[in-house]
């Protein structure tokens, strides 16, 4: 009876290494955008509504600034603790890495084009929000999927705010950052804690 029990759970310990072994690189880039976009943008409307000059619309591209840089280390530093990148985690990666060039140059797009206040706010929460359901549905992570879903939601209901409305676009993307990247980040890590 004891070597059975043994058995089972050399089975079960194998079988948790394999699905740890899926989990994508990069786990700490959810956090990351998710807290440098609520943070920036979150500030950006505070300067806004206090300030109201052009200046302030562009606070966002400090986001970038920051975020970028860092990115690259965490992906060096995870590549160097792996020695690998599963298809899955490339297919995310490369997903985010398209997502995160379509907001850059779309704000910048939309800004320089004096469109901001129209269009970028809820296509990046839209896009937002769609890239951390597909990693949830890559990963198989509800709190992700139903965290994209909320937020592309937001992404799509932000479109009425216009007019006098508009700068709170900025506010419901800060929102978006929190329920599509943070929430589901810090999930997602203590899931990689705790080895499930």
Known sequence: MEEN?????????TRGKVEMD????????????GFLTAAFFLIQFVLWMVFRQSWCLWI???AVVIGWPWMIILLRRDHKRTH??????KIILDFWIFVGAACAVGGFAFGLADMF????????SLLV????FVTGEVNRFRPKIIGGLAGAAIGIGAFILQGE???WQMLALSVVSVVSLVVPGLLYKKRIKDGI
């Open 5 to 13: 029990f043994d058995a089972l759970e050399v089975i079960a310990r």
């Open 22 to 33: 899926k989990i994508p690189t990069g786990e700490n880039l959810f956090l990351l955008w």
């Open 84 to 89: 690998h990148r599963t298809h899955e985690a």
């Open 129 to 132: 929000g769609t890239g951390a």
């Open 165 to 167: 409305l508009w700068a």
């Open 60 to 62: 966002w591209t400090g």
């Open 117 to 124: 206040e129209l269009f970028a706010v809820p296509l990046i």
